[in-house]
Structures are given as structure tokens and as C-alpha cells.
């Protein structure tokens, strides 16, 4: 509306009215004032991400946001506190970190590191546990989807790989 150039007008004592030669008028223009800030782009993102969703009795609470603008994009966990698990998730870690952005935990049981993230919208999770490291051959770890909670076994050497195509792959709900 023209409302704030008839205010500004009225108070400064200025015309701030626009004259029409041709149809030999005077009016104050309508002002649209967008405004496309990054809180409001935050808010946005997060509001449309939030879920709260129940399983086995319990809710959990996930942003499920797109991969590609997680603040954490992967987050790595040792099974628990051993040598062989640590140095593993380290190097997985190491690798990982030149291309996304990673988070190492080894703090709590695995199912609260899991919701940890869950709830702060990281996409992907790498456990590393007895099973992949004391294998015959390649070292294998577990990959945990956050979308949809669903697990793979994953050899190291595909890792990034495996977490590329899920970025790309991913769609909204």
C-alpha cells in the first residue's frame, strides 16, 4: 500500500508523491518491501525438516533435512572403546572429512548416539564393530540411514561412495 510514503510524507513535511505528465495525475506509489533474510531461510529449513515420529513405543525426533545442507553430513562411531574399533573409526574419519562434514562419538550406548544425530540431522552414521574389523579380508562397518533408520554393510573402500549416491539419491517426504 502506499502507506508508509504517506506516512514519511505527512511527517517530514516532503511530497514524496510521483506526478504523471502524460495523464497529468499525482499519486504515492505502493511500496513492496521483500525480505528474504537468513533467519528466515533458517527457520524455514528447520520447520519443514522437524519431525517427531513413533518408534517402538518411544517418539524420535529427526530433522530430515536435505544431506547436502546437514551441518553434520556423517557421523562416525566406534561400537565401543577398543584399540582396533578407535584406530578404524579414526582413519574412516580422516578420509571421510575431505569431502564431508564429519562428527566422531564414542561417548554412550550406540542407539543414543544414533538419536543424537537423528535430532540433529546428520544422514548418515558409520559404526564401526567387531564384526567388520576382524573379518577375513576388507574391513566392512555398518551404514544407518537416518530417513528411514535402515542399515548396510558397507566395505570401507566404498564408504564415501556409498554416501555420495545417498546425497544424491535423496528425496524429500
Known amino acids: 500500500t502506499d502507506f508508509d510514503l504517506t506516512q514519511h510524507a505527512e ?3 516532503k511530497k514524496l508523491d510521483y506526478y504523471d505528465q502524460k495523464n497529468q495525475e499525482r499519486f504515492v506509489p505502493y511500496v513492496i518491501e521483500t525480505s528474504v533474510g537468513l533467519d528466515r531461510l533458517t527457520l524455514m529449513v528447520l520447520c519443514d525438516a522437524y519431525r517427531e515420529e513413533e518408534v517402538d513405543g518411544d517418539t524420535r525426533t529427526v530433522l530430515k533435512m536435505n544431506p547436502k545442507i546437514a551441518p ?3 557421523g562416525i562411531f566406534p561400537l565401543i572403546k577398543k584399540d582396533k ?3 578404524l573409526a579414526y582413519k574412516i574419519e ?8 564429519v562428527l566422531y562419538d564414542e561417548s554412550g550406548s550406540i542407539g543414543k548416539r544414533y538419536r543424537r544425530q537423528d ?7 558409520v559404526t564401526v564393530d567387531f564384526d567388520g574389523v576382524e573379518s577375513e579380508g576388507e574391513d566392512t562397518v555398518t551404514t544407518r540411514y537416518r530417513d528411514d533408520m535402515s542399515q548396510e554393510r558397507v566395505p570401507v573402500s566404498r564408504l564415501a561412495e556409498v554416501i555420495r549416491d ?8
Do not use: I, N
Open 119 to 125: 535430532e540433529a540431522g546428520t544422514p548418515f552414521c
Open 166 to 173: 545417498g546425497m544424491k539419491d535423496w528425496k524429500p517426504e
Open 85 to 87: 574399533l578407535q584406530d
Open 72 to 74: 553434520t553430513q556423517v
Open 94 to 101: 580422516e578420509d571421510l572429512r575431505e569431502e564431508f562434514s
Open 11 to 13: 511527517h517530514s513535511g
